[in-house]
């Protein structure tokens, strides 16, 4: 279902849905077949270590070596292989990336305060200690991906980050990828792919400990491996398919929108591409300028299939409907093109990422241009959570310290609290204080 039954009742006669997805169906990786596949993968490599990693490595990308991990070299010497002008575009996107994670990770502060006289309490960011990052590099390298996870990790000083990417049907690994990887400062590089990569890293299997948190995006095995893997160690978001979403009125470019609901659709069939609109007649020459589109670009076979089964387009009444509507939807990527663009940008709440007026595009971020990161919620997880961020790797211990003068504004309201709950050891660990106090 496009809505939810809530939103639909309650905006009923103030909308109209233009394109309907094909498929009645949301666009998640929960297939069966996916979930028994990646369960008996882990539960092999788990008891076989190594040895079932290379086996999958072997049968599943054709790896024919023995020694999966690039040696420090060979990293740096991955950008000779490029193209000048790819080098360049590679490394601005780590340095604007970085950029913003600094900027974040600086107005995250410890800080200490005393709740009352006696009692002081604060919290300090500490990183987490090793991180597994996963760079994908299938039919279309996510050459970015480095500078989202790796970079930001970095950024957030975590001592130790790992990376696994599949090798390319030479058996070599990406050069771009590899590039990215080391401007973004990757600590270690394997050439692994799939479920077999995640495991390796969770378990320890690759010279390493056992990281304690997998990142990146993936295929639908790779998020159900992050899935059940979680627990065993954290890991950023459940992310995927890739989604747009477009809120625009009668001002916006009807070959920008079109254009940009493409440009994700293209991501996998399977990708959901979103149009809500004030204006009707937008809406439906954004739907006519799509399929124009669609045949002279050269994704067609994937995007097309994308838009036709799983985009849709929807008229709203208001800017007030059209607001809830597109909350409702939760977004992993809203753009909004709009002759009022700060009156969205107040109002909504429920999205990854926004990208702001008709300037802006989800190709920015994508290619790490905007400094902002791609590894955003999917599937309504925008309602809940937040993206990958410096944040994501710190965690905020907090901690107490308390004075003798203090004690009796803690113990005795304690004392009373535990009695009252019959749990005698805390209240003798309140008591005991209170009479050392007293003495």
Request: charged content about 20%; some cysteine; hydrophobic content about 45%.
């Amino acid at each position: 279902m496009l809505y939810t039954p809530r939103v639909l009742d309650a905006l009923n006669g103030s909308f109209r849905i233009l394109k309907s997805p094909a498929v009645d169906a949301p666009a998640a990786q929960r297939d069966p077949k996916v979930i028994a596949t990646v369960s008996e993968m882990l539960s092999t490599i788990e008891r076989d270590g190594l040895d079932a990693v290379l086996r999958y490595a072997a049968d599943l990308d054709g790896w024919d070596g023995s020694d999966v991990t690039l040696t420090a070299d060979r990293i740096a010497r991955s950008g000779d292989a490029l193209p000048a002008g790819l080098r360049e575009a590679i490394e601005l996107g780590a340095e604007r990336t970085r950029a913003f994670a600094d900027a974040q990770r600086s107005r995250l502060t410890d800080f200490e305060t005393e709740l009352v006289d006696g009692l002081a309490v604060g919290h300090r960011y500490v990183p987490v200690g090793r991180v597994g990052a996963y760079l994908p590099a299938g039919k279309f390298p996510l050459t970015a991906s480095a500078f989202m996870t790796v970079n930001v990790a970095k950024a957030a000083g975590v001592p130790t980050v790992a990376g696994c990417t599949p090798p390319g049907p030479d058996g070599r690994p990406n050069a771009a990828v590899v590039h990215a990887a080391h401007v973004s400062g990757i600590d270690r590089l394997h050439v692994l792919g799939g479920v077999q990569a995640l495991a390796a890293m969770a378990f320890g299997l690759l010279d390493d400990a056992p990281v304690d948190m997998l990142v990146g995006a993936g295929n639908a095995y790779v998020a159900e491996a992050k899935r059940q893997l979680f627990g065993t160690v954290a890991i950023d978001l459940l992310a995927g398919p890739s989604e747009v979403a477009v809120l625009a009125d009668e001002t916006a470019d009807v070959t920008l929108v079109a254009a940009d609901l493409l440009g994700q659709a293209e991501h996998g069939a399977n990708s959901p591409a979103a149009l809500v609109t004030t204006s009707e007649d937008l809406g439906r020459e954004v739907i006519a300028e799509v399929e124009r589109q669609l045949k002279t670009l050269g994704t067609r076979d994937i995007a097309g299939p994308a838009w036709h089964d799983f985009g849709s387009v929807t008229w709203a009444a208001d800017r007030e409907t059209a607001a809830t509507l597109m909350d409702d939807l939760a977004p992993e990527h809203l753009e909004v093109m709009t002759s009022d663009d700060d009156f969205y940008h107040r109002r909504l709440t429920n999205y990854g990422s926004v990208f702001l007026g008709r300037w802006s595009t989800v190709a920015y971020s994508d290619k790490g241009m905007a400094g902002t990161n791609h590894v955003l919620p999917t599937a309504g997880g925008a309602k809940h959570s937040a993206g990958l961020s410096v944040s994501r790797f710190l965690k905020p211990l907090t901690y107490q310290r308390v004075s003798r003068d203090a004690t009796p504004q803690l113990a005795n309201a304690v004392d009373v609290i535990s009695a009252s709950e019959g749990m005698d050891a805390h209240r003798a660990t309140a008591a005991l204080r209170l009479d050392a106090y007293q003495d």
